[in-house]
């Protein structure tokens, strides 16, 4: 005998209390907790699956024209040149590799930009306490970030919240001609359609997305059983007319606001759910999140009886 339908409904409830639909002539949308800046929904009917290979999904009109102004006000007069992260020791180093600028926003700065994390907690369904601050970036003709991984190969950066599991990418504005979003190593690359002249030639060389004012990209650098996606390979394409304003949210499998790991001698639950996990098998279905690996301790080690 199936699972009734009506049971499901109550489990989203029971883990989603304050989540509420509201139904409208078009569809139905999922309104955030307490509003949302700019009275702008989630609204998941705007959604396009564009990759299976890497996952990557496409969120039209996700901002709203005065948040990707907001934004980028916050940030204009702030920027300094981008860097990335060295393999080996972790560090923050300028590369060429990436020429752009950019700067850091403080997490839930005020109500548009707390208002825009929650949003983006809301589609990924992974918790706002994962993600890094949003980081808003600002490219000039000619300023591209070459093609790179969101995952990281280096301890130390592990260490802090684990990989990163999700990128969320929201183009600011609108680029006359280059700075696409492209995935040299994409199962669908040669199927897109680019004959015209539209697309630049960097674009050319996988699946690419346009960056459009108010557009979300969600993509994933981690397969769903946490082992590392290859084909989430990205980069930006250089600016070849006009510029480009972009924000990226990164979002670990952990919790990122943690200062430090727990120790290996405290042993505790980080989730309230983590007995009714545990007692459904979960810890070990899902030990890495439950347990811990060699990259960090677990969240619901007590639970699972590991210490």
């Given amino acids: 005998m199936g ?3 009506f049971s499901y409904f109550l489990c989203f409830l029971l883990f989603f209390p304050n989540f509420s639909m509201q139904s409208s002539r078009r569809a139905s949308v999922i309104r955030l907790p307490n509003g949302d800046s700019y009275g702008h929904p989630f609204d998941p009917t705007r959604v396009t699956q564009i990759s299976w290979h890497p996952r990557a999904f496409l969120y039209r009109n996700f901002l709203t024209d005065a948040e990707c102004d907001h934004l980028i006000q916050l940030a204009k ?3 300094e040149k981008s860097m990335v992260a060295d393999n080996e020791s972790g560090q923050s180093i300028e590369s060429e590799v990436r020429t ?3 700067m850091f926003l403080n997490k839930a700065q005020d109500e548009v930009v707390a208002g825009v994390e929650s949003r983006i907690s809301a589609w990924t369904f992974l918790p706002v306490e994962n993600g890094e601050s949003m980081q808003i970036l600002h490219y000039e003709n000619g300023q591209k970030y070459e093609p790179h991984w969101d995952y990281f190969h280096d301890k130390a950066n592990q260490a802090l919240g684990g990989h990163r599991i999700a990128t969320v ?3 600011l504005s609108n680029v006359q001609k280059g700075g696409e ?4 190593e ?3 690359k040669e199927s897109q359609p680019k004959a015209n002249e539209d697309w630049s030639e960097c674009a050319k060389r996988g699946y690419a997305v346009k960056p459009r004012k108010g557009d979300a990209l969600l993509f994933f650098s981690l397969h769903p059983n946490a082992t590392t996606d290859v084909l989430s390979l990205h980069g930006s394409c250089p600016v070849i007319e006009g510029e480009k304003w972009s924000a990226t949210k990164w979002i670990h499998v952990r919790n990122f606001d943690k200062s430090g790991s727990t120790s290996d001698d405290e042993c505790k639950d980080e989730n309230v ?4 996990w545990a007692a459904a098998g979960e810890c070990k279905k899902n030990p890495v999140y439950m347990v811990g690996s060699g990259e960090g301790v677990g969240y619901c080690r007590k639970s699972c009886k590991v210490c």
Wanted: net charge negative; aromatic share 14%.
């Fill in 3 to 5: 699972f009734p339908l």
């Fill in 186 to 188: 994409s199962e669908i």
């Fill in 100 to 102: 752009s600028s950019g």
């Fill in 273 to 276: 759910n983590c007995p009714v």
């Fill in 169 to 171: 990418l929201m183009y």
């Fill in 181 to 184: 979003t492209v995935f040299p």
């Fill in 77 to 79: 007069d702030k920027l």
